[in-house]
C-alpha cells in the first residue's frame, strides 16, 4: 500500500480522541512513568521532546536513554489500539557529540558541501541515541548582534542563508529520510523571529511584507524545495499578529506560496502563549486559533490534547481540520520508516571521521580580520598566551550543545602546547594576577590573547545590550600593547563583537567563534600556518552598538545619508563615523587573490529570453600572486539599478570557493538566469523587471570588480 493509502486507512480507524493525540508533543520523562506509560497507550502522545526546561541551549539537559525510549516506542507500537509509533524529537543545533561551529559560524565558511557532510555526521550520532527529528536547523535571518539567537542562525544574507539551509536539510534527513541514520529536519522559527525589536529575544517583530519575502522567506523557501519534513512556528508576532495564530503565514504563505507539505510545530509552550499575547482568553480559543491557523502540533504546553474534541463537539473547529494535520503527522512518521522500524539498536559509533570534518569546518569557518604581518607565527617563537580563554573548554562548544562533552573538548593551551611545547609561555589567565602574566610575556616575541564571550551570553534569552569586548578583556589588550610586543587577538565568540578600541590595538586578529570540539586544534592550525585561513564573515562586524542595524543588502537613501558602507555616512550621526568594521564576506588570506576584470558573454538579454531559460554568463579569471596555497571564497553580487521598488545597493547571488594554488590562475564563471534577477512583490509574486544591472565579482560586498548588463 502507498504513503497516501495507508494514511487514509489508519485515519478512517482512529477515534477523534486517537487523531488528537497524533497532534500531542510532550516532554519525554527521564525514568520509567507509569502514568506517561498509559497515555501512550490510550493513543495521547504522539511525540516526545527530549529537552527538560525551554531555552535549554545553555542549560544542562538529559536526554531520555537508549532502554526507555524503546520501552515506550514498544508500548505505543504493541499495547496502544492502532500501534502508531511515537516520534522522538530533540534540539540537535549543531552537533550531537561531535560538535560543529555555531551556525554563524559555519556560515563564514561559504562550503555547504563540508556543511551538508557534517550534518550527515551529525544525523548519525544522534540517531544512535535514539533520536528521530531534530529542532533544526535555524534559518532566522537577523541583522541584530545584540540577539543571542543570532549565533544559531546563518546571519543577515538570504542567499546564504538558502545555500545553508539547504545543506543541512539534506546532511540531517540524507537521501533516503527512511534510512535508520537520518534525521527529519525542522526548518525553525518560521517566520521572522529574528527581526525581534532592540535584539531582546522573544520581543515583536514588525515585517512588511515585502521584506518578508525578500529577506526572511527565502532560506525557507529553499528548506522546503530541500523536502524539509517540518516546521517550526516562531514566538513573535507580526505586526500585531503572533505567527503561532497566524494563518497568513501558516497557511496561505507557507503552504500555498512555498508549497509545504509536512507538518508544523509549536515552539515551546507557544500556543497557550497566545492568551499573554493578548488573543485569546483561555486556553481553548488559543487551541481553536493555532489549529484553524495551520499550526499542526502542539508542543508541551497540552492545550490541543485538553481541548481540541469540545472545540471539535462545539463546531468551533471541524473534524476535517483535525484529519489534516493528523494526516501531515502520520506521513511523516511513515516517510520516516517509523512503522517499520520503530525501534533504535544504538549502534556504536566511531567519530573518528567525525572529529576530522569537525577540524576541517572548524578551519573554514575562522575569519582572518587583520594581519599586520605577524601572522603565520614561526613555531620556533617564543609565545606569550594570555587571556581568559586560554583554558577555557565549554563556551568552545557555543549554545545548543546539548550532548557535546566540555570534558573531550582540548582547550586553546592544550592545543598550543601540542604544536609548540615549551615555546609556549603559559600565563595565567586572571586579570588580577596580570603583573606575572606581563613578566612572561616580556620574555616572549609575540602576545596571543585568548579572548571572547561566554555561550551564556548567547542563545536563546540570552541577548546583550551592548556587544562590546568586556572592559578587562580590552584592558588587557591594551596593556599587552604597552609592552610594544606585537598582540594576536584570538576571539572565541558566539557574534561578532564591536571592534572599535580593540582592533586599532591588535596586529592580528583571528575570529575562531565557538566553533565546536576542534576550535581550539583549528586555531592553532591557522595560527602557526598549517593551515591557511579561508572564512569569510557572513554577518556584518559594526563599529560599536549603536550602528546597529547595520548590514550589507541595504538600499539607497535620496539625501546624503547613505550609511552604506563609506557611501556619505558623515550624515547619519553627528558623534561617529558608522562604516562596518568589516563588512559582510570579508576575510584575510595568508596569500594574496588578484582580480582579473569581468568578462560577461553577452550585455543584452530580452526579458522573454530570460524567462525561457537564457542567461548571463560571466567568467573571472583569480590569480593566487601570493606565498601560501589557499582558498579564495569569489563572490558575486547583483544591483538592479532602477527599478519599482528601491532595490539594494548589492546583493549576493552566487559565489563559489575553490583552492587556488600558488602562482595559479583559476577562472570562476557565473549564471545568472531569470531566477536570480528578479524580486518578490508584496504580494509574494516573483518579478524580473527590465533595465541595468550591476554585476560584482569579488572578495567581499565591497569590491568595486564590476561590469553592467541590461534586460531588455
Ligand atoms: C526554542 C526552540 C527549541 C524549543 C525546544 C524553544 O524555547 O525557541 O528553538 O527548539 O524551545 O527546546
Known amino acids: 500500500m502507498d504513503i ?71 508500548i505505543a507500537v504493541e499495547e496502544s489500539r492502532l500501534g502508531i509509533p511515537i516520534i522522538y524529537g530533540r534540539d540537535v543545533i549543531h552537533g550531537h557529540r561531535t560538535v560543529y561551529p555555531v551556525p554563524l559560524a559555519s556560515a563564514a565558511s561559504f562550503n555547504p558541501e563540508l556543511v551538508e557532510k557534517c550534518y550527515r555526521n551529525i544525523a548519525r550520532e544522534a540517531t544512535a541515541d535514539g533520536v528521530n527529528w531534530t529542532f533544526s536547523p535555524m534559518l532566522d535571518l537577523s541583522r541584530d548582534p545584540r540577539w543571542g539567537r543570532i549565533i544559531e542562525g546563518p546571519g543577515e544574507d538570504p542567499y546564504v542563508g538558502a545555500t545553508m539551509a539547504e545543506a543541512c536539510v539534506k546532511g540531517f534527513q540524507g537521501d533516503d529520510i527512511s534510512n535508520k541514520d537520518s534525521l527529519v529536519a525542522c526548518a525553525k522559527h518560521y517566520i521572522g523571529y529574528g527581526a525581534s525589536e532592540g535584539g531582546r529575544d522573544y520581543h515583536r517583530t514588525e515585517i512588511s511584507d515585502y521584506n518578508l519575502y525578500n529577506y526572511y522567506l527565502p532560506a525557507f523557501r529553499a528548506a522546503v524545495n530541500a523536502g524539509v519534513g517540518t516546521v517550526m512556528s516562531s514566538f513573535n508576532d507580526i505586526s500585531g499578529q503572533p505567527v503561532t495564530s497566524g494563518k497568513k503565514y501558516l497557511t496561505d504563505i507557507l503552504r500555498g506560496k512555498l508549497g509545504f507539505e509536512g507538518f508544523v510545530v509549536s515552539d515551546w509552550d507557544a500556543v497557550c502563549q497566545l492568551k499573554k499575547q493578548g488573543v485569546a482568553e483561555n486556553d481553548a480559543d488559543c487551541a481553536e486559533l493555532a489549529i484553524n491557523a495551520g499550526l499542526d502540533m502542539n508542543m508541551t504546553d497540552k492545550v490541543y490534547i485538553n481541548n481540541l474534541e469540545q472545540l471539535v463537539i462545539e463546531g468551533k473547529v471541524s473534524e476535517e481540520t483535525i484529519n489534516t494535520a493528523v494526516r501531515r503527522v502520520l506521513k511523516i512518521k511513515l516517510q520516516k520508516g517509523l512503522f517499520e522500524k520503530p525501534y533504535c539498536d544504538a549502534p556504536e559509533i566511531d567519530r573518528t571521521e567525525h572529529l576530522k570534518d569537525a577540524r576541517a569546518i572548524a578551519e573554514e569557518s575562522m575569519v582572518l580580520l587583520k594581519n599586520d604581518g605577524v601572522l603565520p ?72 590573547l585568548a579572548l571572547g564571550e561566554s555561550e551564556k551570553v548567547t542563545g536563546e534569552a540570552y541577548s546583550v545590550s551592548d556587544i562590546s569586548l568586556p572592559k578587562n578583556q580590552v584592558e588587557l589588550i591594551h596593556r599587552y600593547k604597552a609592552l610594544g ?18 582592533a586599532e590595538y591588535l596586529d592580528a586578529i583571528l575570529y575562531a567563534w ?36 547595520m548590514y550589507y543588502n541595504v538600499t ?157
Not at 550532548?403 to 615555546?423: H, L, Q, R, W, Y
Request: charged content about 25%; proline content about 3%.
Open 4 to 74: 497516501e493509502s495507508r494514511i487514509e486507512e489508519l485515519l478512517s480507524r482512529m477515534t477523534l480522541q486517537e487523531k488528537i493525540g497524533q497532534l500531542n508533543q510532550v516532554k519525554a520523562p527521564l525514568k520509567a512513568d507509569e502514568a506517561v506509560f498509559e497515555q501512550i497507550r490510550q493513543g495521547k502522545i504522539g511525540s516526545f521532546i527530549m529537552a527538560t526546561t525551554a531555552h535549554a541551549g545553555n542549560d544542562d539537559t538529559a536526554i531520555t536513554e537508549n532502554l526507555l525510549i524503546n520501552k515506550m516506542q514498544k
Open 377 to 448: 607565527l614561526s613555531k620556533n617563537s617564543k609565545v606569550a598566551l594570555v587571556g581568559p580563554f586560554a583554558r577555557e573548554r565549554r563556551a568552545l562548544l557555543g549554545s545548543w550543545t546539548l550532548d557535546g562533552k566540555a570534558e573531550e573538548t582540548p582547550n586553546f593551551a592544550e592545543a598550543m602546547k601540542a604544536v609548540i611545547g615549551n615555546n609556549m609561555l603559559l600565563s595565567d589567565d586572571n586579570i588580577a594576577v596580570l603583573d606575572n602574566s606581563i613578566a612572561r610575556a616580556v620574555k616572549a616575541d609575540v602576545v596571543v
Open 485 to 502: 610586543k606585537k598582540v594576536v587577538g584570538v576571539f572565541f565568540c558566539g557574534r561578532p563583537m564591536a571592534m572599535e578600541g580593540v
Open 514 to 549: 565557538h566553533a565546536g570540539s576542534e576550535t581550539a586544534n583549528a586555531a592553532c592550525n591557522i595560527l602557526f600556518g598549517d593551515v591557511v585561513p579561508s572564512g569569510k564573515t557572513a554577518v556584518t562586524f559594526p563599529k560599536r552598538t549603536g550602528h546597529i542595524p
Open 556 to 712: 539607497s537613501s535620496g539625501r546624503k545619508v547613505d550609511c552604506y558602507y563609506g557611501e556619505n555616512p558623515q550624515n547619519c550621526y553627528v558623534d561617529s563615523y558608522p562604516t562596518p568594521a568589516f563588512p559582510f564576506g570579508f576575510g584575510l588570506s595568508y596569500t594574496e587573490f588578484e582580480y582579473g576584470e569581468i568578462v560577461s558573454r553577452t550585455n543584452e538579454i530580452t526579458l522573454s529570453d530570460l524567462k525561457n531559460g537564457k542567461s548571463f554568463n560571466f567568467t573571472v579569471s583569480v590569480k593566487n600572486t601570493g606565498d601560501y596555497d589557499g582558498k579564495e571564497t569569489v563572490q558575486l553580487y547583483i544591483r538592479d539599478k532602477i527599478a519599482s521598488v528601491m532595490r539594494p545597493l548589492r546583493e549576493l547571488k552566487a559565489f563559489e570557493k575553490r583552492l587556488i594554488n600558488k602562482g595559479d590562475t583559476e577562472t570562476f564563471s557565473f549564471q545568472l538566469g531569470y531566477d536570480k534577477l528578479g524580486f518578490y512583490t508584496e504580494n509574494g509574486d516573483y518579478t524580473v523587471e527590465k533595465g541595468e544591472f550591476e554585476i560584482y565579482i569579488g572578495e567581499n560586498c565591497l569590491t568595486t570588480n564590476k561590469t553592467t548588463v541590461e534586460i531588455i
